[in-house]
């Protein structure tokens, strides 16, 4: 079984920055992505981000393109979000996950999910 571990996370002020770390303990699939999803109390999960770990293509979601970087280190099957000019409306829990597309953005399909970490913005 896929285990997707994160780190980072925790409280930052308006306008500053976070970065979110998730390693996976492996590879299930020969090509696949990996990426973030959240969800705000109340609210269904979102998708954030993803990367494509054969050839790096990326996706965002509307509400942190130019704000949000996603990025990789394909050895350790590691996925990175660095999250600049946060705002309020970006606190959420944030799941990491690991799919064979990286455009998937339906939660629902997606094939395995971290633990989740909670990144808190104040204004």
């Known amino acids: 079984q896929v285990q997707l571990v994160e780190s980072g996370g925790g409280l930052a002020q308006a306008g500053g920055s976070l970065r979110l770390s998730c390693a996976a303990s492996?590879?299930?699939?020969?090509?696949?992505?990996m990426g973030w999803f959240r969800q705000a109390p109340g609210r269904q999960r979102e998708f954030v981000a993803s990367?494509?770990?054969?050839?790096?293509?990326?996706h965002y979601a509307d509400s942190v393109k130019d704000r949000f970087t996603i990025s990789k280190d394909t050895a350790k099957k590691t996925v990175y979000l660095q999250m600049n000019s946060l705002k309020p409306e970006d606190t959420a829990i944030y799941y990491c996950?690991?799919?064979?597309?990286?455009?998937?953005?339906?939660?629902?399909?997606?094939?395995?999910w971290g633990q989740g970490t909670q990144v808190t913005v104040s204004s």
């Open positions: 996950t690991l799919d064979r597309d990286y455009r998937t953005t339906y939660y629902k399909i997606v094939n395995y």
């Open positions: 492996e590879r299930p699939f020969s090509s696949y992505a």
């Open positions: 990367i494509d770990f054969t050839d790096a293509r990326t």
